[in-house]
Every structure is written in structure tokens, then in C-alpha cells.
């Protein structure tokens, strides 16, 4: 079983930028590909950001792209979501995610409890 926990969300005015971290408990983080992703009340749940297992390539959606940067650190089994120039359509319920087969994906094994980013206008 893996337990992922997410930090870093908040309140932010647009423009703005915050960082969102999601640290894994498992013995080898780099077996596992992992996937940030984001739902707004009355929205499908969106693939934001996902990072390959090694952290050698990243997928972005087209919303985000140029705005946010995922990265990922293996020795401290952790991911990083740095959003930045942050609009009030990001606004939503951020989770991460993880799989071992799975790296662009919605339908990721293991999911953490979420973590709200509010941009205000």
C-alpha cells in the first residue's frame, strides 16, 4: 500500500504562485510514475502535470503548460507542482497520484486526500 500526502495549497491572488508537494511512503519512489491532478466543483477530474519514473520526461495539460513545472526529488520520495502566473480557473481540489505502470494517466493506482488551491481575482 502506498500513502501519498500533499502539501502547499492555499489562498493565493492571481498572478501569484504556490508550490505543492506530495511525499510518498514506499521503500523505491523511482518505481513508481507520478501524476498531479485537479477537479473543480462541476468539473471532470483534469490531468494537470505528470513526471516518468526516472523524472526524465513530464507531461503538461494544455492549461497549464508554460505556467506549471512538475519535478520530482527520488531521495526524499517526493514530487513538486510549482504553479505560477496562477488564474482563477485553477482554482480546485489538487491531488496527487501514483502507479508503477501507469504515467499519463487519470486512472492512477494510489491517490492522496487532496489539497484546495483558491486563486482569487
Known amino acids: 500500500q502506498v500513502q501519498l500526502v500533499e502539501s502547499g495549497g492555499g489562498l493565493v491572488q492571481a498572478g501569484g504562485s504556490l508550490r505543492l508537494s506530495c511525499t510518498a511512503s514506499?521503500?523505491?519512489?523511482?518505481?513508481?510514475?507520478v501524476g498531479w491532478l485537479r477537479q473543480a466543483p462541476g468539473k471532470e477530474r483534469e490531468l494537470v502535470a505528470a513526471?516518468?519514473?526516472?523524472?526524465?520526461?513530464?507531461y503538461y495539460g494544455d492549461s497549464v503548460t508554460g505556467r506549471f513545472i512538475i519535478s520530482r526529488d527520488n531521495a526524499k520520495n517526493t514530487v513538486y507542482l510549482q504553479m505560477n502566473s496562477l488564474k482563477p480557473e485553477d482554482t480546485a481540489v489538487y491531488y496527487c497520484?501514483?502507479?508503477?505502470?501507469?504515467?499519463?494517466?487519470?486512472?492512477?493506482?494510489?491517490w492522496g486526500q487532496g489539497t484546495q488551491v483558491t486563486v482569487s481575482s
Open positions: 513526471i516518468d519514473w526516472s523524472g526524465g520526461s513530464a
Open positions: 497520484a501514483t502507479d508503477r505502470t501507469n504515467w499519463i494517466s487519470r486512472n492512477y493506482a494510489y
Open positions: 514506499v521503500r523505491t519512489f523511482s518505481n513508481y510514475a
